[in-house]
């Protein structure tokens, strides 16, 4: 769930997309001069990071599951996700772009998974193939969860510095990638309650198929920041 705080940037990062032509994002908030904007970039890196890491681990697992209920087409479209995410590399302005194309990616196979499980009667073959690609699924999940958690964090942090100057910028690796952070992250921000949602959607048709995945409720919680 979201603070009211979360509500605020998004509406002032949309505004300033809508009337930024130049090349630095505008933030808003106060002024920008002085703010820490290597350790913001920094921080930006590593969640988006974080967050592609632990998706690679859950498109294993849907490409799995999708095997193990015998739907092979689908399961080609998670691999090729998979190679997707991978490509981005090690770059901000790549990962900002991979995390939320590939989070929006995650979120709409785990609901059709769900329900292709639920239209199944599974055999004992299928549920034992589930259960090990449940696995990756959630580690992934659990693993990207700090991603999500820093990228929150470090949105807020940029909000407040407000917009860079060119000083600001100076030696910042990374920093020629933050406009295009910037227009990701109001799509971002709306594809976090929606991840989540889908991580729950996948665990409960598990759950229906009487398969009990290693992973609790409160695991799979949109965090309070």
Do not use: C
Not at 54 to 73: Q, T
Not at 201 to 217: F, H, M, T
Request: hydrophobic content about 40%; overall charge positive; aromatic content about 8%.
């Amino acid at each position: 769930m979201y603070r009211n705080s979360f509500v605020k940037i998004l509406g002032v990062i949309l505004i300033s997309i809508a009337v930024s032509g130049f090349k630095l994002p505008t933030l808003g908030g106060g002024g920008g001069g002085g703010a820490d904007w290597k350790t913001i970039v920094g921080d930006f890196k590593t969640g988006f990071g974080k967050i592609n890491k632990g998706l690679e681990n859950v498109l294993e697992g849907i490409a799995a599951s999708y095997e193990a209920i015998g739907l092979k087409e689908k399961a080609a479209v998670a691999r090729q996700n998979i190679d997707n995410l991978k490509s981005a590399g090690d770059k901000l302005g790549a990962g900002s772009d991979a995390a939320s194309v590939q989070s929006e990616y995650m979120a709409e196979a785990s609901v059709d998974l769900a329900k292709e499980m639920s239209a199944k009667s599974l055999s004992a073959e299928e549920k034992s193939k589930l259960v090990e690609a449940s696995k990756n699924y959630f580690m992934g999940a659990k693993n990207a969860i700090p991603g999500y958690i820093k990228v929150i964090t470090t949105g807020k942090k940029a909000q407040d510095a407000g917009t860079p100057s060119p000083t600001d910028l100076i030696g910042v690796a990374g920093a020629g990638d933050l406009p295009g952070v910037v227009k990701n992250i109001p799509a971002f921000f709306k594809m976090i309650p929606t991840s989540f949602k889908a991580f729950q959607a996948y665990k409960k048709s598990l759950e229906k198929a009487d398969i009990k995945p290693n992973v609790s409720d409160s695991d799979l919680a949109v965090p309070e920041i």
